[in-house]
């Protein structure tokens, strides 16, 4: 049964709340949503409509609300390449790809051309052979899957930078081509299978769960993807390469953790969906983000919207293209790493920091100067053209195309104040536009088995695309 416009407007309130001051415990697990609405065309568009009315009742002027790129993150002045010397006029602010370091094809440990072995390369072996991943026990061990989907460096007319190409020898064009965007400290790895040696110990105490890793490797979406006849394409976003830009002596006030900031990947992200269009004219586009991957995906298209919006050469509106968004563990109203004792915002001017400063606060979040253009006033502008109508505060954006949004995170230990993934948490996760998107819970037993990223170290942050049950709720949703 649809939803009145009264009880919409009580979900609206409410669930906005909720993401600044958290919400009560309720009962349940499994993929049951207390804040699901379903998601129809009538109901987003009485959600968008009673929720500009709310906000016009505030005194909030949505017409002027900007989504244009928040002032602290403009491009550099700078045109030489960065350096470990000059990473403060860079971090935190969005680079051109004429001079980004991130994109490059060198040494790729994918690319089958890459058959060097002199000293720092990384030659393709399988495909899944990323030397620092498999090699430094501090990060990770060698990866004992075999048979891994076939790939190749992607060869894009108009894109410079870095994706891995799977191998797909029956594709159903009717599908549309999904591109996967990867995390943080990750690479396109991070969506096929994995498996640890025997006896290898798991390293997990801090999402609260221990487990033994699987014995035998599972398919990942990777792999599930090119078996259901997918194009897929992954975008790299070349974390291996932030040390030579970033000091990266501590993780305290340097970067050695290898993180990236949005204005690090969103260019390269841009990049990729806009030759993936231009070279696909007929074709939609899905995208599936984890981790910062999903404030990425959500931030390209954005920015590929702002451009045509502006009126600049070949430039293309996304939403007019892109079928689904799916979004497992984002960030989208805060991060872990924000809250006390964390001072990385205020301490940590590399990337590490500035990623922190972008996000904000999981316990406590409060609007940052980044997700202000991308969410707008209590997630208006967070689904463009969910309705196949409005998109960042106007209508007839959308050229009548539909995208299906969809959210899966894990179900919070105790709602709002006790989380068992390390990063973020139902309120931080979900979008806050009922009828507009679906939001997905899995259960604190939805974690990713296979031992991936630092022997298992945040199995739980993984789970919502690398666990049975989020894999089914991804695979599920794209065939919707």
Request: aromatic share 8%; hydrophobic share 35%; glycine share 8%.
């Amino acid at each position: 049964m649809r939803m009145s416009r009264f009880s919409l407007r009580f979900y609206a309130t409410g669930l906005a709340a909720c993401t600044l001051l958290g919400c009560p415990t309720t009962t349940g697990g499994g993929n049951k949503d207390p804040y699901s609405v379903p998601v129809t065309i009538e109901n987003c568009r009485e959600q968008l409509a009673d929720l500009q009315e709310a906000l016009k009742t505030e005194g909030v002027d949505v017409a002027g609300w900007s989504f244009r790129d928040a002032a602290q993150m403009a491009a550099p002045t700078r045109t030489d390449r960065q350096t470990p010397a000059t990473y403060k006029d860079y971090d935190g602010k969005y680079r051109p790809l004429s001079n980004h370091p991130g994109c490059s094809i060198d040494n790729l440990y994918y690319d089958k051309s890459n058959t060097s072995t002199a000293e720092g390369r990384t030659p393709f072996i399988d495909g899944n052979n990323d030397g620092k991943w498999n090699a430094d026990s501090t990060v990770g061990v060698a990866n004992k899957a075999t048979d891994h989907a076939d790939g190749d460096l992607a060869r894009i007319e108009g894109y410079p930078c870095a994706a891995k190409q799977y191998t797909q020898t029956n594709e159903d064009t009717s599908k549309p081509i999904v591109i996967l965007v990867h995390g943080n400290s990750t690479r396109p790895h991070s969506w096929e299978k994995f498996l640890l040696p025997a006896g290898t110990v798991i390293n997990a105490t801090f999402e609260k769960v221990q487990f033994s890793p699987d014995t035998e490797a599972r398919t990942q979406l990777a792999e599930k993807l090119i078996s259901e006849r997918y194009q897929v394409v992954a975008v790299d976003f070349r974390t291996d390469l932030v040390v030579t830009v970033d000091p990266s002596s501590n993780s305290t006030s340097e970067n050695a953790s290898g993180n990236i900031d949005h204005g690090w990947s969103t260019p390269i992200l841009q990049g990729l969906v806009k030759a993936v269009m231009l070279n696909n004219p007929n074709r939609k586009i899905a995208l599936v983000g984890h981790s910062l991957g999903v404030t990425v995906v959500r931030d390209a298209l954005r920015r590929l919207y702002v451009d045509f919006v502006d009126g600049k050469p070949d430039a293309i509106n996304p939403f007019t293209r892109v079928s689904h968004v799916i979004l497992g563990s984002g960030a989208n109203h805060g991060v872990s790493t924000f809250d006390p004792p964390s001072t990385l915002c205020s301490t940590n001017p590399t990337m590490r920091g500035t990623i922190v400063c972008e996000m904000g606060g999981r316990a406590n979040y409060v609007q940052t100067y980044f997700h202000a253009p991308l969410n707008g006033p209590r997630d208006l502008f967070a689904t463009p053209c969910a309705d196949g109508d409005f998109a960042f505060g106007k209508t007839g954006q959308c050229g009548g195309n539909v995208v299906k949004y969809f959210t899966i995170t894990m179900t919070d230990i105790q709602q709002g104040a006790n989380y068992q993934d390390l990063y973020v948490s139902e309120s931080a996760s979900r979008i806050e536009m009922p009828g507009c998107v679906t939001n997905k819970l899995t259960t604190l037993n939805d974690y990713d088995t296979s031992g991936y990223f630092s022997k298992g170290f945040i199995a739980n942050h993984f789970g919502s695309v690398r666990s049975a049950a989020g894999l089914k709720l991804v695979m599920d949703y794209l065939a919707n």
